[in-house]
């Protein structure tokens, strides 16, 4: 079966799925409320964990677990260590070197007398103030291995490792989130007033959650409490699947769009996972994982800046596959400014974007635009001089025609008039395909019914129409689409042979149109061939296309028969 987009179109035209741009935006500012909130909580009540679990051994304290990835471990704590200190109280006294209390100053080191205590003493502590002391958190400990213990000796040296843990947040703790927050407001404003780019204002309030919520939620991670950044994993990877969503719904191909779907799918569930499973992954692999979620459509979304070597089509596409490949990038940037500084990374990101879309990108684009604006006033000119030559033929000529008709009837001139009947008859299709009243009253659907009842009196076999077109396009694209089907089917006639199917579907998500022949197909390089011979019909259908912002396809099906698509969805 031919996966044409048109017959993909039969299932639906799904440029943002089943999700509308208002639920999209309301499910994004949901997850950033939640971010803040849990954040807000943990500011409040939240203190770090370190990953130190103290139990009592005999006469002392040692250390019976160390949690993986956690602060401790890092600083390379292990199990079976022997506390000495804990948050300023001394579990055990370790032996010493002893000075006189009087010597003479002589300018040299003093010589210790003794030592004391001899061994490694406990200090004596009631037990219930000791199972008190050792559930607390901790913000000063100082260990000692067993071994240096049982060695009993001096020359041993009793290596004491100390620890100090800020076991409350700070001050510091509360930038991050005034970060997020203010890039939330601030970006979500920018991005909506189109200042940021028109193709991003629908992606505005998405857009703005995905970058502000990495910093959100730094309050949870920085507990390094395991459950927290398991939350802090959810919410973060969470906020990017609006975006992603909506990213995704701007991928021109249906087939590209599931793939892409899939991918993202798998992305925040690994991310989700990894979140859970270890204190490490706050910050390395979840966070590629999670802002992989919206940069691969993004990417996907920006596309290559030629579509089917249509002439034209790169230039015109150049700011929008810019913007929609920052879009999905920033986010991952975003998670790289775990920790401090918080924003310098997403400052130089932004900074570059800038620096880049100021000097690079929008004077492009502006060229673009102008190149766009040209092609627009040469296609209105066009139809403009169409409806004023089909008006002085209908008003004019055909007036006269009709008149000697009935003066040729009159006269009994039979052969005469049905001379003149013909060339009437032929005067009026010339003026139906110069402008059809047609198109402006009933639209494309009944119009293209028009074209096919006549193009299948040429083509001397079968042209069938299949149309679903519950609403109306903008006119503008209305006669694009007409003009692509009128150019199609010409070619369809000159170069194809029957059966001809068209094949036209619209719905409020947007419409799609397809041409599909039986001839030997369009050879590789006709485009350019043809432009070099002075025939211009695939420029002009490729021209249409930009000027209403849809996806012209023509291709030569692998098992004969050409054929044409085009495709537009509301922006």
Request: glycine share 10%; proline share 7%.
């Amino acid at each position: 079966m031919r996966d044409s987009p048109d017959a993909r179109a039969e299932d639906g035209l799904l440029p943002s799925g089943p999700m509308t741009t208002e639920l999209r935006d309301r499910l994004a500012l949901l997850v950033a409320g939640l971010c803040i909130a849990a954040s807000l909580v943990a500011l409040a009540v939240g203190r770090v964990d370190v990953g130190i679990y103290l139990a009592a051994d005999g006469d002392h304290v040692v250390v019976s677990h160390v949690t993986d990835g956690s602060l401790a471990a890092r600083d390379g704590v292990q199990a079976g260590m022997v506390v000495v200190d804990l948050n300023g109280t001394q579990l055990l006294a370790l032996p010493q070197y002893v000075y006189p209390t009087e010597w003479q100053d002589t300018g040299e080191e003093p010589q210790p007398i003794g030592i004391e205590p001899e061994d490694p003493t406990p200090v004596s502590i009631d037990p219930v103030a000791l199972n008190e002391l050792i559930r607390q958190p901790i913000a000063w400990i100082g260990l000692i291995q067993p071994w240096d213990i049982e060695a009993g000796s001096v020359e041993t040296g009793y290596q004491v490792n100390g620890y100090w843990y800020s076991h409350y947040f700070d001050g510091r703790s509360t930038v991050p989130l005034a970060l997020g927050v203010l890039i939330l407001g601030a970006g979500g404003w920018l991005l909506a007033s189109g200042r940021a780019g028109a193709s991003l204002r629908p992606l505005a309030i998405p857009a703005a959650v995905a970058v502000a919520a990495p910093l959100i939620v730094q309050p949870l991670e920085a507990t390094w409490w395991v459950p927290a950044i398991g939350l802090a994993g959810v919410l973060s990877t969470a906020a990017m699947l609006p975006l992603a969503h909506g990213l995704i719904s701007l991928i021109r191909e249906e087939y590209d769009r599931r793939l892409i779907g899939l991918a993202v799918v798998g992305f925040a569930l690994a991310a989700i996972v990894i979140g859970f499973g270890s204190v490490d992954a706050a910050s390395s692999v979840r966070w590629v994982l999670a802002g992989a979620v919206p940069l691969l459509p993004g990417l996907a979304a920006a596309g290559p800046l030629t579509v089917g070597g249509n002439p034209g089509s790169s230039s015109g596409r150049l700011l929008e596959s810019a913007e929609f490949a920052v879009a999905g990038a920033t986010p991952m940037v975003a998670f790289a400014t775990d920790g401090e500084p918080w924003i310098f990374p997403l400052a130089l990101w932004l900074g570059a974007i800038f620096v880049a879309g100021r000097f690079t990108i929008r004077p492009l684009a502006r060229l673009a635009t102008r190149a766009q604006l040209q092609r627009d006033l040469v296609v209105a000119a066009t139809e403009a001089e169409r409806a004023r030559v089909a008006a002085d033929i209908h008003d004019d000529a055909l007036q006269e025609l009709t008149l000697l008709v009935r003066r040729l009837d009159a006269a009994g001139d039979t052969e005469g008039a049905d001379l003149a009947r013909a060339v009437s008859d032929r005067l009026r299709a010339i003026c139906g395909d110069l402008r059809l009243p047609i198109l402006d009253d009933l639209g494309v659907g009944p119009a293209l019914d028009w074209l096919v009842l006549r193009i299948e009196r040429l083509a001397g076999g079968e042209v069938r129409l299949e149309r679903s077109d519950g609403t109306r396009p903008p006119a503008d694209v209305e006669l694009a689409f007409f003009r692509v089907a009128q150019e199609a089917l010409s070619n369809a006639v000159k170069h194809g042979r029957p059966p001809i199917v068209v094949r036209y579907h619209a719905t409020d998500h947007g419409a799609s149109l397809s041409i599909d022949d039986a001839g030997p197909g369009i050879p590789e390089g006709a485009g350019d061939a043809a432009e070099q011979a002075g025939r211009f019909g695939l420029l002009n259908m490729a021209q249409r296309a930009d000027q209403i912002g849809a996806i012209l396809d023509v291709r030569r099906w692998p098992g004969g028969g050409t054929h044409v698509a085009l495709e537009w969805r509301p922006r």
